[in-house]
């Protein structure tokens, strides 16, 4: 009785998550337009900067409120006032101090224009937290769709908020069109905040739980000091990216400029490759996401239920559907680059970024996959140990690399991937331990040998039609690069669903 509902509450979960990036990937593309590489360099750093701070402010504390409501609704909900009051004092102090040290933050990231930005995301810093644990709670209780619905409002109400205040504000200057841009996440989580408050107080009257809603006294206060203990660790754990992308924000700016790049150089290209560049090649990982958390559920099952063979066989099929998407995706972005940086951006300054960050969607398709994996078979410290080795590894090598006089864009690249890389290789390394049969290796050696292959089939058709069509030089770009596109995804889905028993 029990599997339509999750199976609908996946499906909607994963229709969502593709709606949330395919919104927010779109909305990038006249930003960056508007904004120019060095706008575009300054928002990455402000949002590097934010993202830091909003992992701090909100402690870990929504996902233990969830994880503490799964448990016993009843103590969960008596929490969450308690809870709520603490996130907003928090909330609160952390949006003050984002507004106070913007100037000395900026000075720190090299760049003083940034104290503009960085001020502007006081508000939603005071906000954010407070979202995330309503999100929490109603997590708790199994309110999938409305949390799914809650992300979407904030999506669309970010990214219209964010549009139009960069176009009102871009003749100002690029540092006030940045500052606009970031106000953009308070206005989105303003409109999701209202939504969810409604919805919870809707829930509460229907289940007559306002008392629990209102706190149990001393056991709230008990359950308190639990939750506090129990978000430490996720905190811990979801500290590791926030903290490479403020480090790569502030380690690889000063390192192109030691290299013998101007400020507003330093900035542009830190802002070609961190936000035109990954932007773009990331977006296939929408498929690697989506299929992993359709498989996590599914996986976690089999394999407490002790169904081995099923358990390998969804992963094994997995794995091959992630390889061979990821080798196309970086088929077409390392031919097509120099069409789509022009298509996209106006400019071909991110071809070469483009070029060098081909396999991304590989490495980070194999990486969180992997990851499902390990948490699925109960290995959760190995994938943290992964994800920090990676992040250290990438710090490492953008401090020797970027310096490198002409090696910026290069050295960013090879810094970037190697997060994923090392993290997916690690995970790959602890999987084998148990789970060897998983990972068919003649399998993903003959097949990219052999996708390249129809890839320079794929080219040549994609190439001809266009010509006959006769269409303008962009229109002509965009049908070949979506032809040839199509025309990958179609082997792909043949050539899975041919070895899905091998």
Not at 346 to 368: K, M, N, Y
Request: with cysteine.
């Amino acid at each position: 009785m029990k599997m339509p509902i999750i199976v609908k509450q996946l499906a909607f979960r994963t229709g969502a998550i593709f709606l949330v990036k395919s919104i927010g990937a779109l909305a990038r593309i006249p930003l960056f337009r508007m904004l120019g590489p060095e706008g575009v360099g300054l928002y990455q750093m402000a949002y590097a900067v934010y993202g830091l701070i909003l992992t701090v402010a909100t402690g870990g504390i929504p996902m233990a409120l969830s994880l503490s409501t799964a448990r016993n609704r009843q103590h969960g909900l008596a929490l969450f006032k308690t809870a709520a009051f603490l996130v907003v004092i928090l909330g609160f102090i952390f949006g003050w101090g984002t507004s106070y040290a913007a100037p000395y933050l900026a000075s720190l990231l090299g760049d003083r224009r940034l104290a503009v930005a960085i001020r502007c995301l006081a508000p939603a810093v005071l906000v954010v937290p407070l979202l995330m644990l309503v999100r929490g709670v109603l997590q708790g209780i199994e309110k999938y769709e409305q949390i799914a619905l809650s992300e979407i409002i904030e999506q669309i109400f970010r990214v219209i908020a964010m549009l139009v205040l960069v176009f009102l504000l871009i003749h100002k200057g690029t540092a006030a069109a940045v500052g606009g841009a970031m106000l953009g996440a308070f206005a989105g989580a303003v409109a999701a905040l209202v939504y969810l408050v409604v919805l919870l107080g809707i829930y509460a009257r229907k289940t007559n739980q306002e008392k629990q809603w209102a706190g149990e006294g001393q056991a709230a206060k008990t359950g308190l000091f639990a939750l506090l203990y129990a978000s430490t660790a996720f905190l811990l754990t979801r500290l590791i990216v926030p903290v490479s992308d403020f480090f790569d924000a502030l380690i690889i700016p000063h390192r192109l400029q030691d290299g013998g790049l101007t400020v507003a150089q330093a900035t542009s290209v830190f802002g070609i490759v961190s936000g035109m560049a990954v932007s773009l090649v990331y977006i296939p990982t929408i498929f690697s996401a989506a299929l992993s958390h359709i498989l996590s559920s599914k996986i976690t099952l089999d394999y407490k239920q002790k169904k081995e063979t099923r358990f390998r066989l969804q992963s094994r099929h997995a794995l091959k559907a992630v390889w061979l998407w990821g080798w196309a995706s970086a088929f077409v972005f390392f031919y097509y680059a120099d069409k789509l940086s022009l298509l996209i951006y106006g400019t071909s300054t991110a071809a070469s970024a483009i070029r060098w960050l081909c396999l991304g969607t590989l490495f980070a398709g194999v990486r969180e996959l992997t990851t499902t994996l390990l948490w699925a078979i109960d290995r959760k410290k190995e994938t943290i140990v992964g994800l920090l080795a990676g992040t250290i590894c990438s710090i490492v090598l953008a401090y020797f690399l970027v310096c490198i006089p002409g090696f910026g864009i290069s050295g960013i690249s090879i810094a970037t991937l190697s997060v994923d890389l090392v993290a997916a290789l690690w995970n790959i390394h602890c999987i084998l331990k148990e789970h060897r049969a998983i990972f068919p290796l003649g399998f993903f050696v003959k097949e990219p040998f052999f996708l390249m292959v129809f890839a320079v089939i794929c080219l040549f058709l994609a190439s001809t039609i266009p010509v006959v069509v006769h269409a303008s030089m962009y229109a002509e770009w965009a049908v070949e690069i979506g032809l040839c596109s199509i025309l990958l995804g179609a082997y792909i889905f043949l050539r899975f669903w041919s070895t899905k028993e091998g």
